[in-house]
């Protein structure tokens, strides 16, 4: 059984909105992140989220228009995406770390050692 599980992407016009989940069961204590990556480039930090919840960063390209939380009580991690463009076609991944510091978001992808399989996220008229 795989430890994160990604849902919830999908094809969405230009504008539209998309709420991606990450089941991470056994990872309650963790700090983490939502990357995405599009064939022939690195996989790139979206947006992260401290052990407790109570800090967050994002990457300029989406700041103002994603938001990442996690519900510790369901294991569950989540991105709403609003304002969808085409450039935010992607495979999206969840993923989690044991090794941040209290209060920390970080999109460094080298700290995190737990990864998901991915969701395809297509924005496209």
């Known amino acids: 059984e795989d430890p994160l599980v990604e849902s919830g992407g999908g094809l969405v016009p230009p504008g539209g909105s998309l709420r991606l989940s990450c089941v991470a069961s056994?990872?309650?204590?963790?700090?983490m992140g939502w990357f995405r990556q599009v064939p022939g480039k690195e996989r790139e930090g979206v947006a992260a989220?401290?052990?407790?919840?109570?800090?967050?960063t994002y990457a300029d390209a989406v700041r103002g228009r994603f938001t990442i939380s996690k519900d510790n009580l369901k294991n569950t991690l989540y991105l709403q995406m609003n304002s969808l463009k085409p450039e935010d076609t992607a495979l999206y991944y969840c993923?989690?770390?044991?090794?941040?510091?209290?209060?920390?978001?970080?999109?460094?992808?080298?700290?995190?050692?737990?990864w998901g399989q991915g969701t395809q996220v297509i924005v496209s008229s």
């Open positions: 989220i401290a052990r407790n919840g109570a800090v967050t």
């Open positions: 993923a989690a770390s044991f090794s941040c510091s209290n209060g920390i978001a970080t999109l460094s992808r080298s700290v995190y050692g737990s």
């Open positions: 056994g990872f309650s204590g963790t700090c």
